[in-house]
């Protein structure tokens, strides 16, 4: 209704004499503005939705896109700042009225804004230097009540995406925003990551120093944010840090069993040492659950093999992409996804926002004929979703050239084997998923042993 609004304004104003691109750039701007008003109301997961938003407006044709950069940068931009005596009232419910005593210094100067929350710079009590992130008073009602509202609102996602399970996507959606309120997972997920990969000459994860309640104490991590290298970076750090950001992703999989689903350009740091610095550790699972070997497998054969449209449409049943008995144009399906395997299927490749642009017009074609509509999403894929989804996006910003496919299968030996099988004389070898589970175990059970 207000975008119609708009548009018979438009109208009016084009018979006062007015251009059609002055009109409708003043339409977009209008409607970029009350997208931000209507995303502001959602005070407690905002500025996440903004985040993902912020990446995935690269795929708006540019001419059309600044108006929606300027109201998302509008809308990163607002999370509240706590007063001092705010700060100090939230950190002395979670950690005691003497909470000061733990710290030789504290700065009531917000370093950061987390997404429920705010940093604070602080020097421990034995000299180290600190990151303090305290949860805003009130964050986890103010999840809540956003999350009914996204419960509410998400029925009207079966208009255009009628074979999708949306209220079981929901759901998981919910579930993991939730997580993120728990600072007691999260420092133990950072801790398991930091065992993970302590002494890696390419990242450092931050000690987790103490957690209390709704705040978390970690060591402070110098260097220098991404968001100022995807503004300003020269194209070879770009596709460096780009490449260690995928590493990250990839061999957090499949070596130590562990999933960071939320690598967006504020959550890392480029060290002065070149490594990367990864903070935040709130959306994290194990990875992966049972069935996803077997899944990857399937979908690397139709790609990187002899598979075609009946593969695809095989295995999209086969792992629940489709509901039971839907009918679909399997030549379309495979039409639109197969140019997303294009990055993996050269040596080397880069990404970028025109082809990131392509990906995502073409998928999200609202035409009643977009097959896309007629697929789902398991649940439990909704993690993976998010981190590749998010992945991709930050790695088209970056205009990240490398060899994409050595990097992924250097870590993960399930889609070595799969994409092996390419070149074997016999392409209906059996894959031996037994033993890279075994070698992921074992993988595991090293690194616990060197904890």
Same mark, same amino acid.
């Given at each position: 209704?207000?975008?119609?609004?708009?548009?018979?304004?438009?109208?009016?104003?084009?018979?006062?004499?007015?251009?059609?691109?002055?009109?409708?750039?003043?339409?977009?701007?209008?409607?970029? +503005?009350?997208?931000?008003?209507?995303?502001?109301?959602?005070?407690? $997961?905002?500025?996440?939705?903004?985040?993902? =938003?912020?990446?995935?407006? =690269?795929?708006?044709?540019?001419?059309?896109?600044?108006? !929606?950069?300027?109201?998302?940068?509008?809308?990163?931009?607002?999370?509240?700042?706590?007063?001092?005596?705010?700060?100090?009232?939230?950190?002395?419910?979670?950690?005691?009225?003497?909470?000061?005593?733990?710290?030789?210094?504290?700065?009531?100067?917000?370093?950061? /804004?987390?997404?429920?929350?705010? #940093?604070?710079?602080? %020097?421990?009590?034995?000299?180290?230097?600190?990151?303090?992130?305290?949860? !805003?008073?009130?964050?986890?009602?103010?999840?809540?009540?956003?999350?009914?509202?996204?419960?509410?609102?998400?029925?009207?996602?079966?208009?255009?995406?009628?074979?999708?399970? #949306?209220?079981?996507?929901?759901?998981?959606? $919910?579930?993991?925003?939730?997580?993120?309120?728990?600072?007691? /997972?999260?420092?133990?997920?950072?801790?398991?990551?930091?065992?993970?990969?302590?002494?890696?000459?390419?990242?450092?994860?931050? +000690?987790?120093?103490?957690?209390?309640?709704?705040?978390?104490?970690?060591?402070?991590?110098?260097?220098?944010?991404?968001?100022?290298?995807?503004?300003?970076?020269?194209?070879?750090?770009?596709?460096?840090?780009?490449?260690?950001?995928?590493?990250?992703?990839?061999?957090?999989?499949?070596?130590?069993?562990?999933?960071?689903?939320? &690598?967006?350009?504020?959550?890392?740091?480029?060290? &002065?040492?070149?490594? =990367?610095?990864? %903070?935040?550790?709130?959306?994290?699972? &194990?990875?992966? &659950?049972?069935?996803?070997?077997?899944?990857?497998?399937?979908? $690397?054969?139709?790609?990187?093999?002899?598979?075609?449209?009946?593969?695809? /449409?095989?295995?999209?049943?086969?792992?629940?992409?489709?509901?039971?008995?839907?009918?679909?144009?399997?030549?379309?399906?495979?039409?639109? %996804?197969?140019? $997303?395997?294009?990055?993996?299927?050269?040596?080397?490749?880069?990404?970028?926002?025109?082809?990131?642009?392509?990906?995502?017009?073409?998928?999200?074609?609202?035409?009643?004929?977009?097959?896309?509509?007629?697929?789902?999403?398991? /649940?439990?894929?909704?993690?993976?979703?998010?981190?590749?989804?998010? =992945?991709?996006? #930050?790695?088209?910003?970056?205009?990240?050239?490398?060899?994409?496919?050595?990097?992924?299968?250097?870590?993960?030996?399930?889609?070595?084997?799969?994409?092996?099988?390419?070149?074997?004389?016999?392409?209906?070898?059996?894959?031996?998923?037994?033993?890279?589970?075994?070698?992921?175990?074992?993988?595991?059970?090293? +690194?616990?042993?060197?904890?």
């Amino acid at each position: 209704m207000a975008f119609a609004g708009r548009q018979a304004a438009g109208v009016g104003k084009r018979a006062l004499g007015r251009s059609s691109e002055e009109v409708n750039r003043e339409i977009q701007l209008r409607t970029a +503005q009350h997208m931000f008003e209507v995303l502001g109301e959602l005070k407690g $997961c905002a500025a996440k939705l903004g985040q993902l =938003l912020a990446i995935y407006e =690269l795929a708006l044709p540019p001419e059309i896109a600044e108006p !929606y950069r300027i109201a998302l940068s509008q809308l990163q931009d607002s999370a509240p700042i706590m007063l001092p005596a705010t700060v100090h009232e939230a950190i002395a419910a979670s950690m005691g009225e003497d909470w000061r005593a733990n710290f030789q210094e504290f700065d009531d100067r917000r370093a950061a /804004a987390a997404s429920l929350g705010q #940093v604070h710079r602080a %020097v421990w009590h034995d000299g180290r230097p600190v990151a303090v992130k305290v949860m !805003y008073p009130g964050g986890r009602q103010a999840v809540e009540a956003d999350l009914e509202q996204l419960r509410r609102i998400s029925l009207l996602a079966t208009v255009f995406l009628p074979g999708a399970d #949306v209220k079981a996507v929901t759901e998981a959606i $919910c579930d993991s925003v939730r997580e993120e309120l728990d600072y007691a /997972a999260e420092a133990e997920y950072q801790r398991t990551f930091a065992a993970a990969y302590a002494d890696d000459p390419d990242f450092y994860i931050p +000690q987790v120093i103490a957690q209390r309640g709704d705040v978390l104490i970690t060591e402070w991590v110098e260097g220098t944010p991404l968001t100022r290298i995807v503004a300003s970076g020269a194209q070879a750090e770009r596709d460096r840090v780009g490449m260690l950001m995928l590493r990250f992703i990839t061999s957090g999989w499949g070596l130590h069993g562990l999933l960071y689903t939320d &690598p967006h350009p504020g959550n890392f740091r480029v060290l &002065p040492d070149g490594r =990367l610095g990864v %903070v935040d550790f709130g959306a994290c699972s &194990p990875w992966p &659950p049972e069935g996803f070997d077997e899944l990857a497998l399937d979908y $690397c054969k139709v790609f990187f093999s002899a598979g075609g449209p009946s593969e695809l /449409a095989a295995a999209t049943r086969r792992h629940g992409f489709v509901a039971s008995g839907r009918a679909f144009d399997m030549e379309a399906l495979y039409a639109a %996804v197969e140019p $997303c395997s294009e990055p993996f299927k050269h040596s080397t490749y880069r990404m970028t926002t025109p082809w990131l642009r392509r990906q995502v017009l073409r998928t999200t074609n609202p035409r009643l004929s977009n097959v896309i509509r007629e697929m789902t999403m398991p /649940a439990y894929f909704t993690p993976f979703a998010r981190a590749v989804l998010t =992945l991709v996006g #930050v790695l088209s910003q970056l205009e990240t050239e490398g060899a994409y496919r050595d990097e992924i299968l250097r870590w993960l030996p399930v889609l070595a084997e799969a994409i092996g099988a390419m070149e074997d004389p016999d392409p209906n070898r059996p894959v031996d998923l037994a033993a890279v589970r075994k070698r992921r175990a074992d993988e595991q059970d090293r +690194q616990m042993s060197v904890g």
